[in-house]
C-alpha cells in the first residue's frame, strides 16, 4: 500500500512537470515571438542612429579638416567664423554619438526585459500553478 502511493505520489509529481514545461513552451514560444518583433523593431532605429552618427562624423571631420588647411592670411573674422562652425558641427557629432549611445543601451535593456523577465515570470508561475 505504501509503494502504490509513493509510485501515485511520483506519478503525479511527473505528470504536473510535463504540463508545466508544455505550457511554459508554450508561453515562452509567444514571449519569444513578440520579444523578437521589438527586437527587430529597435534594430530599424538602431541602424537609422548609426547612419545619422556616420554621417554627421563626416561632416565634423571634414570641416575639421578645411578649417585645419586654412590660410593664417584670411581675415581674423572669417578665422572666427571658421572657429564657430566647428564648433557647432563639433557639437552635432558629440551630441548624435550620445544619441546613438543611448539607442544602443535602449535596445540592449529592451532584449534584457522583453526576453528574460516574462520568461522567468512565466517559468515561476507555471511552478506554482
Known sequence: MR???LFSGWIDQNLGIQNCTKYLRVDACSYLENANNLFCFN??????RKKKFE????????MLDRHLH???KKKESQLQ?????????RHNFFESSLEYVYQIQEVQESKKFS?????????SL???G
Not at 526576453?115 to 517559468?123: H, L, Q, R, T
Open 43 to 48: 534594430l530599424f532605429h538602431l541602424q537609422e
Open 81 to 89: 567664423e571658421a572657429d564657430l562652425q566647428v564648433d557647432k558641427e
Open 55 to 62: 554621417k554627421d562624423g563626416e561632416k565634423f571631420y571634414s
Open 115 to 123: 526576453i528574460v523577465e516574462p520568461v522567468g515570470a512565466s517559468f
Open 3 to 5: 509503494g502504490d502511493l
Open 70 to 72: 586654412l590660410s593664417s
Open 126 to 128: 507555471s511552478l506554482i
